[in-house]
């Protein structure tokens, strides 16, 4: 079993800054991609941000310039510093990952937080 906690969500103004993080810990051998989404009331989640395991990262346009990822390999940890925050990035945010638990198997599984609530008042 592989678990994901998020942190670090909070209610600020706009303009302000959050960082979350991600934790993963359980049957980890390596962990290839991971990332973050976000889904508002009545919207799909999509995807903000995603890095894989060599470090290559892409961000959604609405958050380049603002959101910046950093990952610790040796911690499987994830994080995600939000700068200049909008309303519209009020949203509950997910980490997602691709985990392989053993190395027998190269079989990967994607795993889910139960998230953290991002909220940006006007």
């Known amino acids: 079993q592989v678990q994901l906690v998020e942190s670090g969500g909070g209610v600020v103004q706009a303009g302000a800054s959050l960082r979350l993080s991600c934790a993963a810990s359980?049957?980890?051998?390596?962990?290839?991609?991971m990332g973050w989404y976000r889904q508002a009331p009545g919207a799909q989640r999509e995807l903000v941000a995603e890095i894989t395991g060599n470090g290559s990262a892409k961000y959604v346009d609405s958050v380049k310039g603002r959101f910046t990822m950093s990952r610790d390999n040796a911690k499987n940890t994830l994080n995600l510093q939000m700068n200049s925050l909008k309303p519209e990035d009020t949203a509950v945010y997910f980490c997602?990952?691709?985990?392989?638990?053993?190395?027998?198997?190269?079989?990967?599984?994607?795993?889910w937080g139960r998230g953290t609530q991002v909220t940006v008042s006007s």
């Open positions: 359980g049957s980890i051998f390596s962990i290839n991609f």
């Open positions: 997602g990952a691709d985990v392989r638990s053993t190395s027998s198997s190269s079989r990967q599984f994607r795993y």
